[in-house]
């Protein structure tokens, strides 16, 4: 054995080799490696739907990835620079590191912060999070098993949804249209509930889907896709349209159905990550719709709402509706892949 390695720790993560290639495998256990570092021991994480592009091969991938961009837990060690948080607290941080600092964080666009890091390795037991202090937020104490998974949810899903409700403009009072069922879209429509909406139409297919939706504050389903569903939206909304749209898939047939379900003067919030996604100059001049979206700047919001999952106001958490221990990780994906589950927490 080579002496560099003798006493350095191992655990075992997720590494997605290629399509459909999950494995659970060992590797050096993170370590700090600049002064504003902080190491977690993670209490919570989760497959993202994002994960599956690149499970699924659409994105590319080049060679075995680390995966898992959601976490929260326990500080573990904090590298000499951080001051904001401390070992033994619970923290929560969103999918790209930011200082919190910079022009791009001062304007509430964390996810653009000049000094970025997207996290990558978060479904393990241990995980380096850079730029600490501008990136994790502590909850009041440390929670309660029941509470974990919206709190979990907090670190991307929920925030995403609040993001595409807020980029939508949902006002209290207002007509939303959520596209998409995933739980990113589900916690759309529960953060547009929370902003005031009267009425908020989902759109699904899928029973349980639509039960949850239900549950999160939808007053309307529409199963109908495409034309008719934007049909049906119109007919909904005496020929306008939405005041609000939230687009949660990224494909093609979801960002128009979200733009053309948009009444002119209203609003697309768009967070799915477009793939193949092109749009019209002449439809979208014409359309007099608002567009904003992107990744969502999660550490904007990570604050508030930690306060509404902490107070039992909201609990997003309702979305895992598959927990496994984290070494069954590819079962998880396949899960997820297959559309059995919504979406699935992982248990180190
Ligand atoms: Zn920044």
């Known amino acids: 054995m080579n002496t560099q390695t003798i006493g350095?720790?191992?655990?075992?993560?997720t590494v997605l080799y290629g399509p459909r290639d999950i494995r659970f495998e060992e590797r050096d256990a993170p370590t700090i490696l600049e002064p504003t570092d902080a190491i977690i021991r993670i209490s919570a994480t989760c497959v993202c739907g994002s994960d599956l592009w690149p499970y699924r091969g659409i994105s590319p991938v080049a060679g075995p990835s680390p995966m898992g961009?959601?976490?929260?837990?326990?500080?573990?060690?904090?590298?000499?620079?951080?001051?904001?948080?401390?070992?033994?607290?619970?923290?929560?941080?969103?999918?790209?590191?930011?200082?919190?600092?910079?022009?791009?964080?001062?304007?509430?666009?964390?996810?653009?912060?000049?000094?970025?890091?997207?996290?990558?390795?978060?479904?393990?037991?241990?995980?380096?999070?850079?730029?600490?202090?501008?990136?994790?937020?502590?909850?009041?104490?440390?929670?309660?098993?029941?509470?974990?998974p919206s709190l979990l949810a907090l670190s991307d899903v929920m925030g995403t949804g609040w993001f595409a409700a807020h980029a939508a403009n949902v006002k209290p009072g207002k007509t939303v249209v959520v596209v998409g069922d995933g739980a990113v879209g589900l916690l759309g429509?529960?953060?547009?509930?929370?902003?005031?909406?009267?009425?908020?139409?989902?759109?699904?297919?899928?029973?349980?889907?639509?039960?949850?939706?239900?549950?999160?504050?939808?007053?309307?389903?529409v199963t109908q896709r495409g034309d008719e569903g934007v049909a049906r939206i119109k007919e909904l909304t005496k020929g306008i349209g939405a005041d609000s749209a939230l687009e949660c898939v990224g494909t093609q047939e979801s960002m128009m159905q979200a733009i053309r379900s948009t009444r002119p003067g209203g609003y697309v919030g768009y967070v799915g990550?477009?793939?193949g996604v092109e749009l019209n100059g002449e439809e979208l001049f014409y359309s007099h719709v608002h567009l904003h979206g992107g990744p969502a700047p999660v550490r904007r919001f990570l604050p508030e709402l930690i306060d509404l999952v902490w107070n039992g106001k909201i609990n997003p958490g309702k979305v895992f509706d598959l927990i496994l221990p984290l070494d069954q990780v590819a079962e998880g994906y396949r899960a997820m892949d297959e559309r059995r589950a919504i979406k699935v927490l992982l248990r180190p």
């Open 8 to 13: 350095r720790q191992t655990i075992r993560g």
């Open 189 to 221: 429509v529960l953060s547009a509930r929370q902003m005031g909406a009267k009425r908020i139409i989902a759109m699904s297919r899928n029973e349980s889907r639509q039960k949850l939706a239900r549950e999160f504050g939808a007053t309307d389903i």
């Open 273 to 275: 990550v477009p793939h």
């Open 69 to 148: 961009h959601e976490y929260c837990g326990i500080v573990d060690e904090v590298g000499s620079a951080v001051t904001s948080v401390k070992p033994g607290q619970f923290v929560i941080g969103s999918f790209f590191a930011s200082d919190n600092t910079c022009p791009n964080c001062q304007a509430g666009y964390q996810s653009s912060c000049q000094h970025k890091e997207f996290v990558t390795t978060a479904q393990a037991p241990l995980l380096r999070v850079p730029l600490a202090d501008g990136t994790l937020v502590a909850t009041p104490g440390v929670p309660s098993e029941d509470l974990v």
